[in-house]
């Protein structure tokens, strides 16, 4: 709806269609293109024997299969060439695995000016007392970053293949899926009332003290998804929809990719090369330590989750 | 104190040589039994029974300090998610499995009440 | 702790061969899954603790219920008599 002009004008820009396409209001195929679900491709039995019949009389008239010397020749000498072939190529990979310098020589070309700096300069650049997590989430915050993108882009590719309309949902809820499966067991939804709680928190702990001891934002947010994957198993859908719906779905996931783009951004304009930056170090060892660390984590376990919860429903029933 | 010490040793190795054998009956028995229900019995009794003598050998040796409480709490998680698992097997074989009545008896919690035995009871 | 070590790569040599010929595909779920256990002791072991624990909360969590959610979805893990009990059923 526009102010300034009127409904009839308005209607013809390309905003006005733009706006109702992203809103959903009218799909632009219907009607401009022939649509027509898909046929499934079905042979016919003659046309299988044809094509049998035929390829036994190539092989018997033109190759003359029954007394071609060199053609059964061919096939064992392809044979012998096709495994030793598989033999030498192990042989060379397993002879070149020998080459390499063992676990924690020191005298290895990969402990060279970059693993040294990491070791002694990462505490006072990052601020995390936990190396491996401060160097994947500052010093190579960007190489993350791509990382949780994947994670958005393959969601968004199982959506689109995976997704029903709710309706049909809603229809075919108890018909197929769960068939054998035990409902509403007594034993299984006590356990999971007292289990589920304490792997949130397990989950959370690991996020939130991802700077200081070993863990981060993948593995706390994948063991937050399994917790939610436990609690639907328990109680259905029913109940995981007044919290975890669509529309939460889509806001966390958005937020947290959003707010990570903008922090690590910003982290590298101004913190990273000894510039003032908004985002302090803080005291090592403390919970509220390690710059951009503690958030990115926390970003990225959000995310994990989502993605490993959006999984598990997606396949299961086409819908969040 | 080397009299102690040497009790506690004795204790640790106790525990974890029981633990490793009933491991050992449970390998044993998932390859050994033909029925559902008795192979699901003894893995769920590996998964309780001996992941927590094994875990009780470990706590004594570790003496006391942060990793003997996280060791107490893996216990309680697995005592509690073990069961729980084996016994979402027993109801699934119980729904599925058509000649389930060949292979064992099934008796109702009012039938088990009434005859005062509570053996063989699933669901 | 040599021993160990060479025990445990035996057991992923093994665990990788054995999935690629197994028969049934929901024994390849479950030792799927049994590698990628062994893969976290490996990496517990090779001092990478935090590698440990996303390989065995995604490697063995997971990404086996996702494998068993597609192979129920595809109807693979049902034997061919249930199926037709099914087929009876909706008719």
Redesign the interface.
């Known amino acids: 709806m526009s102010k300034i002009r009127k409904q009839s004008e308005y209607e013809k820009t390309f905003a006005y269609r733009f706006f109702r396409w992203l809103g959903g209001e009218k799909d632009i195929f219907v009607g401009n293109m022939e649509m027509q679900p898909q046929k499934e491709y079905v042979e016919e039995e003659a046309t299988i024997e044809e094509r049998m019949k035929d390829r036994q009389q190539a092989m018997a008239e033109v190759y003359d299969g029954s007394h071609n010397m060199e053609l059964r020749f061919f096939k064992i000498l392809y044979k012998i060439f096709s495994v030793v072939f598989c033999i030498a190529i192990m042989a060379v990979l397993i002879l070149t695995v020998s080459y390499l310098p063992e676990v924690g020589d020191p005298n290895r070309p990969t402990s060279n000016i970059v693993t040294e700096t990491y070791i002694s300069d990462g505490l006072g650049d990052t601020g995390a007392v936990n190396i491996v997590t401060g160097m994947i989430l500052s010093y190579r915050a960007f190489d993350t970053f791509g990382e949780t993108n994947v994670l958005f882009i393959a969601t968004c590719c199982v959506m689109i293949m995976l997704m029903v309309d709710e309706d049909k949902i809603k229809k075919n809820k108890d018909s197929n899926d769960r068939g054998f499966e035990p409902k509403n067991d007594v034993i299984l939804q006590v356990i999971a009332k007292f289990l589920v709680p304490i792997v949130f928190l397990f989950g959370i702990y690991i996020i939130l003290n991802g700077h200081l001891s070993p863990g981060g934002g993948f593995s706390g947010g994948a063991m937050i998804g399994a917790g939610m994957i436990l609690y639907v198993a328990a109680f259905g859908f029913d109940k995981t929809e007044k919290f975890f719906n669509e529309h939460v779905y889509k806001v966390i996931k958005v937020t947290a990719l959003l707010c990570y783009g903008c922090i690590v951004t910003y982290y590298f304009l101004t913190g990273a090369n000894g510039l003032e930056c908004l985002i302090l170090l803080g005291e090592p060892g403390k919970i509220l330590s390690g710059g951009i660390t503690l958030p990115i984590n926390i970003f990225v376990g959000s995310e994990v989750a989502c993605t490993m919860y959006a999984f598990y429903a997606l396949f299961r029933r086409g819908g969040l | 104190m080397p009299a102690i010490e040497w009790i506690r040793f004795g204790l640790v190795v106790f525990f974890i040589l029981f633990g490793l054998s009933i491991f050992f009956l449970e390998i044993f028995g998932v390859y050994r039994f033909k029925f559902v229900l008795n192979r699901m019995q003894i893995a769920a009794t590996g998964d309780t029974l001996g992941i927590g003598l094994c875990l009780v050998g470990l706590m004594i040796a570790n003496g006391w300090n942060a990793a003997t409480a996280k060791m107490a709490l893996v216990i309680v998680f697995l005592w509690c998610a073990s069961p729980v698992s084996s016994h979402v097997i027993a109801r699934l074989e119980y729904t599925t499995d058509e000649t389930l009545m060949e292979n064992c008896r099934i008796v109702t919690i009012e039938e088990a009440e009434a005859e005062g035995e509570t053996e063989n009871g699933d669901i | 702790m040599e021993i160990f070590n060479v025990i445990l790569l035996a057991f992923l040599v093994i665990c990788a061969v054995s999935v690629s010929f197994s028969k049934n595909l929901l024994n390849s779920v479950l030792i799927f899954m049994s590698y990628s256990l062994i893969m976290s002791i490996i990496w517990m072991l ?1 001092e ?3 590698l ?3 390989e065995a ?2 490697g063995a ?2 990404t086996s ?2 494998f068993f ?2 192979l ?2 595809i109807h693979a893990l049902q034997s061919e008599q249930q199926e037709e009990e ?1 087929f009876d059923e909706q008719n």
Request: hydrophobic residues 50%.
């Open positions: 090779l990478s603790p935090d440990a624990i996303t909360a995604v969590g997971v219920i996702l959610v597609t129920k979805k099914r």
